[in-house]
């Protein structure tokens, strides 16, 4: 009976192993296994606003090694390449006071962003409908001048937002 019991104990674990080798265990298994290296140049800005495009690179870099298995490397020893394009920045007023002054104003971003791989296709899903041939990912931020907030904060936290959807976006398909 005991030789029974450790044989069946055995073929079960050898069961359950055999089973489960294709499951990746943490964030791996949310990303490509065939990528280990992202280059990503400077986001090229067709704003007017000085920046823009160095801010949104640093942001981009510190969420793929925050939140990914991937490092950001050179074009040389890169796997992919990550790029974006500032395609649209701009500020509206939301609500005016009595004296037509701006009570709380809105700033938007609109970049268009590509992932490729080394024989040029495609790494990144698209989760909105397209625009063109391209991927165009869209965030903004409200403010409130009254209170002590400013346009550069405002644009922070629409950088914030952008970098955090391109990492989700970098994620692989359920």
């Known amino acids: 009976m005991r030789l029974f019991s450790a044989s069946l104990t055995f073929n079960l674990l050898i069961l359950t192993l055999v089973g489960c080798t294709g499951y990746r265990f943490g964030n791996q298994s949310l990303f490509r296994p065939d990528v280990r ?5 400077i986001v090229h800005s067709e704003s007017f606003r000085r920046g823009l495009g160095e801010r949104l690179t640093e ?5 793929i090694e925050l939140r990914t298995p991937y490092k950001v490397v050179d074009a040389a020893d890169a796997d992919s390449i990550f790029q974006a394009r500032l395609v649209d920045e701009h500020k509206r007023v939301i609500a005016e006071n009595q004296f037509d002054e701006a009570r709380d104003i809105e700033t938007q971003m609109i970049l268009e962003v590509s992932w490729l791989d080394r024989q040029g296709q495609q ?9 063109d041939e391209g991927i165009y990912i869209t965030q903004a931020a409200s403010f409130v001048p009254e209170g002590g907030q400013s346009l550069v904060t405002a644009q922070q936290e629409v950088i914030q ?7 989700a976006q970098m994620e692989l398909p359920w």
């Not at 790494?123 to 625009?131: A, C, G, V």
């Open 59 to 63: 942001a981009i870099v510190k969420e």
């Open 37 to 41: 290296t992202v280059h990503v140049p």
């Open 161 to 167: 937002k952008l970098a955090s959807q391109i990492v």
């Open 123 to 131: 790494l990144i899903q698209r989760s909105e409908i397209p625009l």
